[in-house]
């Protein structure tokens, strides 16, 4: 499973990389603060919802602490997706949210 660190998207962002986010947290978890420009799409509904992904565009995955992100990433892979797991989830994140 590909995976980056927090600072490692951190670092992306700060580049200017444009990068995919899906935040699979629950609607009550994002309200709390979510890394900007990321869209949320709950893990339970992520079967429902995949083909709202780019299968062309590379997503990273995110989730509280990289647990949730991590399932995420190995069943988007299964259906050809190139997707990558951010370690540590939005626990290790030192970025600004919004």
């Not at 200017?16 to 893990?43: F, M, T, Y």
Request: net charge negative.
């Amino acid at each position: 499973m590909n995976s980056l660190t927090a600072e490692q998207v951190k670092e992306k962002m700060e580049q200017g990389e444009q990068l995919n986010i899906v935040d699979v947290r629950e609607v009550d978890e994002v309200s709390q603060g979510k890394i900007p420009g990321a869209v949320n799409i709950p893990l339970h509904l992520l079967e429902f919802r995949k083909d709202e992904l780019d299968k062309n565009k590379n997503h990273i995955m995110v989730c509280r602490s990289g647990g949730r992100s991590g399932q995420a990433t190995q069943f988007l892979d299964q259906y050809g997706y190139d997707v990558t797991n951010m370690e540590g989830g939005m626990m290790s994140w030192t970025g600004k949210v919004e």
